[in-house]
């Protein structure tokens, strides 16, 4: 390790936050992890119970380590947690916890930059590499009625398993992944009655088909035109998927590519199409509001669930730490740079993990951290 007076912060300790250390440890430059929990992969151990990675076990290790075999193909929640352990022992990394950035500045002399930290603390860095999460804080619409509803409304993040639901009726909101797998999880685990909200028809995707993983898919397209990837998505889809209209799940309009570069991840499929066509899982229309105790639909249905799950998405919530740099964020709060690029007024500032490919996060964040720590390597090179 070269001695450097002003090591690289790194800024949260799950899987991108790590393979950024790793990558730039492997290189000689000092990285430190600041966690603001009190251990690594804080978001992961929050998940629900059932989650499982939907991209290979192959495809999702981090630089420098391999996800064991016996985790199987698609890794569970708490081998995952026990893989960002083993991946922060085996690299030896300096990791920092129970510690929280709360802001970013340029350094007075516009040579790197300052961290302000919980209990006064100031960390002076080199650069800085900014990975706290795609789920960093749980998003719940400001629905009218919300905050006077009688009912008992709670965010994805706060749902662990089934039991506690067992013989009730419960309206899942949103039909991404994680809510589409929550429905199929309280299907399959007693509750009385399942309804799933949908806005916008989602794509649904095979997780594998003849052994063949949408992942490998994922990335063989993403350089393709978007229209042509469009075209094949949808007779994939027609090959592949029933329709669902007779059950309240129409095909999208919208292409599937479309859809991805705007944010929209197709659902891959954990059980959700047997559900539905099982009548396990009954679509219906969007939540628009609530009164009392009951449930306003988009189509003036009145229904007063036992438990309203929404699974509405997460904010980035990075306002308060860069926000005030200017042309760090874009409108909707997110990076305009990830990986080796950092932006043209903050130069030595790096985000990673705050996308959601196609081609898999993991994936994605496995790669970012060895473009970030080339770039940084050369920085300092050119510096010295």
């Not at 950035?101 to 930059?113: F, K």
């Amino acid at each position: 390790m070269t001695t450097q007076p002003r090591p690289v912060y790194v800024i949260g300790a799950g899987p991108g936050g790590l393979a950024a250390a790793a990558a730039l440890r492997a290189r000689g430059v000092r990285a430190v992890v600041v966690e603001k929990s009190d251990a690594v992969g804080a978001s992961w151990r929050r998940h629900y119970d059932r989650l499982h990675l939907h991209t290979t076990r192959r495809l999702s290790a981090l630089p420098g380590l391999a996800m064991p075999r016996r985790f199987g193909r698609w890794v569970a929640r708490d081998n995952v947690v026990r893989y960002l352990e083993k991946y922060a022992e085996f690299h030896e990394l300096e990791l920092v916890t129970g510690v929280e950035v709360t802001r970013i500045e340029q350094a007075p002399d516009g040579d790197g930059w300052i961290l302000h930290a919980s209990g006064g603390r100031e960390l002076t860095a080199g650069a800085v590499v900014v990975a706290t999460g795609f789920n960093h804080t749980p998003a719940l619409p400001d629905w009218p009625g919300r905050d006077t509803y009688g009912g008992r409304l709670l965010h994805a993040a706060d749902y662990c398993e089934p039991a506690p639901y067992a013989g009730q009726d419960v309206l899942v909101v949103g039909v991404g992944n994680t809510g589409a797998e929550i429905a199929v999880d309280l299907a399959e685990g007693g509750a009385a009655r399942v309804r799933l909200a949908v806005r916008t028809a989602p794509h649904i995707v095979r997780r594998s088909t003849a052994g063949w993983p949408a992942q490998r898919t994922g990335i063989l397209v993403r350089r393709l035109p978007v229209p042509l990837v469009d075209r094949l998505g949808a007779l994939v889809a027609r090959a592949s998927v029933p329709d669902l209209s007779a059950y309240g799940l129409p095909r999208p309009s919208s292409g599937l590519y479309s859809g991805v570069r705007q944010g929209a991840i197709p659902v891959q499929d954990v059980g959700l199409i047997d559900a539905v066509r099982r009548g396990q899982v009954e679509p219906v229309a969007a939540v628009e509001s609530f009164e009392g105790g009951e449930v306003v639909l988009a189509d003036g249905t009145r229904i007063a669930p036992d438990a309203v799950i929404a699974a509405t998405g997460y904010r980035r919530a990075l306002e308060g730490l860069v926000g005030h740099l200017d042309g760090v964020l874009d409108e909707r709060g997110r990076p305009r740079t990830h990986g080796a690029r950092t932006p043209a007024q903050a130069p030595g500032l790096y985000f990673t993990g705050f996308s959601n490919p196609i081609s898999g996060m993991f994936r994605e964040m496995a790669l970012d951290a060895e473009k970030i720590a080339k770039a940084v390597a050369r920085s300092l090179r050119t510096r010295s």
